[in-house]
Structure formats: structure tokens, C-alpha cells
């Protein structure tokens, strides 16, 4: 059984730039949610896809979008970067939408915008 | 408008005793919580959680108890081993037809030999 994985590991980028990050879900799992995780801070919700679907979103800016793909891969997408998007952003994939369904977490991509 | 509160950022505990690591949250609509352990390079790990029908659930070494009127949780280790040394995350979702979970700050357990 393969685990979440997310590439890249790391990156670095221009503020104004635009990133694509990558995660591949764990085998069995259809429901994807993207976390950014700041420095000294608990992760904050993105948004959940499920069955290639967006199904809840947080706080986060129209510049945040996302895809996910049949095979239940996804990608998180950030346009016009800013300084604040600097994080760690983390990629969970369960069975099953919603908000009961464990999540199983990828080792994260660390971005860091100048 | 922080949720879930871990309002310890660090604890040290001697190896063999006790770890109490606490949370408490605001919004009475969460129902399902959960801890997860965080290593460094390391994405979170599903440590235990637990219903809000319940007060207690265990598994292993780990506890987690839930006091619904005082809207607390924490999560009890017993007995703590170096290896338990990282950063606990309390988390909490709910029937707001938002499927997320809530994160506290986060705790640095640290468990000396």
C-alpha cells in the first residue's frame, strides 16, 4: 500500500509567480484536502476535492484553485504569489468526502516566495 | 479567530511519566477530534480520536478525554518514551457542511531519557 505523496519537497519563487504543487493520494483513497501550514501554526484548511469534485473550502483567495484528477491524484494551484504564501503546504487523502474520514497526510511541499 | 487552542506551545516530561497535552476549542457544533503526531520533514500522523458521544478513548499508551461542557480535550500518554518526542496537533471537525479539520498551534513534547 503506497502512502500520500507530494512533490515537490521544495521550491522557491518570486512573489507574482504562479506554483503547481502535486499529490498523489494513498491507494483506495478518492477524497484529496490541501492544508497550508505556516511557521508556528497548526495547519489551516484549503479545500477538499472529491470524486474530481470541490467539496468545502476554507478561507483562502479565488488564486487558490485546485484539480483533482480521475485516478484521485491531485494539484493545488497558487497564482500571483505573495510573500505570505510562504509555507508549508500539505496534502491529505481519504476514503469517502466529508469531515469523519480519517486523514492520511503527505510529507509536505515546502514553498518559499521572495 | 483561533478554534482550537493548544495554549501550551512546549512541554517537557521525564521518560516513564505522564504527558497531559491539552486543547480546548469554542465552537459547540465540533463533534469528532482527533490528535496527530508531527516529526520534523514529516507530514502529520493519525495518533487517536474520538466522538463526542463518548468521554474517553484509549489505545495503547495514548488517552484521549473529552469534556464537552467545558468544550476541553487532552490527550494523556503514558508512560512517555523518548521516541514520543514531537509536535502533537489537536484537531476538531463537525456537521458544518464544511469537510475540514481545525488545527490548534500545535505542542512540542519533548521527553527526556
Known amino acids: 500500500e503506497t502512502g500520500v505523496t507530494q512533490s515537490p519537497t521544495h521550491l522557491i519563487k518570486t512573489r507574482g509567480q504562479q506554483v503547481t504543487l502535486r499529490c498523489s493520494s494513498q491507494?483506495?483513497?478518492?477524497?484529496v484536502s490541501w492544508y497550508q501550514q505556516a511557521l508556528g501554526q497548526g495547519p489551516q484548511f484549503i479545500f477538499q476535492y472529491y470524486r474530481e469534485e470541490e467539496n468545502g473550502r476554507g478561507n483562502f483567495p479565488p488564486r487558490f484553485s485546485g484539480l483533482q484528477f480521475p485516478n484521485y491524484s491531485s494539484e493545488l494551484n497558487v497564482n500571483a504569489l505573495e510573500l505570505d504564501d510562504s509555507a508549508l503546504y500539505l496534502c491529505a487523502s481519504s476514503f469517502g468526502g466529508g469531515s469523519y474520514n480519517e486523514q492520511f497526510f503527505g510529507p509536505g511541499t515546502r514553498l518559499t516566495v521572495l | 479567530d483561533q478554534q482550537v487552542k493548544q495554549n501550551s506551545p512546549s512541554l517537557s516530561v521525564q521518560e516513564g511519566r505522564i504527558s497531559i497535552l491539552n486543547c480546548d476549542y469554542t465552537?459547540?457544533?465540533?463533534?469528532?477530534f482527533l490528535w496527530y503526531k508531527k516529526y520534523p520533514a514529516e507530514g502529520p500522523t493519525f495518533l487517536i480520536s474520538i466522538s463526542s458521544i463518548k468521554d474517553k478513548n484509549e489505545d495503547g499508551r495514548f488517552t484521549v478525554f473529552l469534556n464537552k461542557s467545558a468544550k476541553h480535550l487532552s490527550l494523556h500518554i503514558v508512560p512517555s518514551q523518548p521516541g514520543d518526542s514531537a509536535v502533537y496537533f489537536c484537531?476538531?471537525?463537525?456537521?458544518?457542511?464544511?469537510?475540514?479539520?481545525?488545527f490548534g498551534t500545535g505542542t512540542r513534547l519533548k521527553v527526556l531519557a
Open positions: 465552537n459547540s457544533m465540533f463533534d469528532y
Open positions: 484537531a476538531a471537525s463537525g456537521t458544518s457542511g464544511t469537510y475540514k479539520y481545525i
Open positions: 491507494s483506495g483513497h478518492n477524497t
